[in-house]
């Protein structure tokens, strides 16, 4: 499985930009989709997930400003974020999660850098 992120770059504060996952398979075959970003000294966090359903969920720190979405036709997976802080500075990573017997199967892209300046 490959997940292939773009989208990422340099904002100012208050702006916007928008991430986006390619699958090398249907989305189908995940139970979940999600973005998981991870800042300088911090530790990998989860910003948002679909699931088939589809049924989103958000970090505290993203509702609101954060629009995860899914399009099965083109399999990908988009992550809108607006009103964006510095505090949102981080790689971000596209993940795809699907379970199998015995456990859980997780894959990850090769991470886009986001900085948003103050």
């Known amino acids: 499985v490959q997940l292939q992120a773009s989208g990422g770059g340099l904002v100012q504060a208050g702006g916007s930009l928008r991430l986006s996952c390619a699958a090398s398979?249907?989305?189908?075959?995940?139970?979940?989709m999600g973005w998981y970003r991870q800042a300088p000294g911090k530790q990998r966090e989860l910003v948002a997930s679909?699931?088939?359903?589809?049924?989103?969920t958000y970090a505290d720190s993203v509702k609101g400003r954060f629009t995860i979405s899914r399009n099965n036709a083109k399999s990908t997976v988009d992550l809108q974020m607006n009103s964006l802080k510095p505090d949102d500075t981080g790689v971000y990573y596209c993940?795809?999660?699907?379970?199998?017997?015995?456990?859980?199967?997780?894959?990850w892209g090769q991470g886009t850098q986001v900085t948003v300046s103050s």
């Open positions: 398979e249907t989305l189908s075959r995940f139970n979940v």
């Open positions: 679909i699931s088939r359903g589809p049924k989103t």
């Open positions: 993940n795809a999660g699907r379970v199998v017997v015995g456990g859980n199967l997780n894959f």
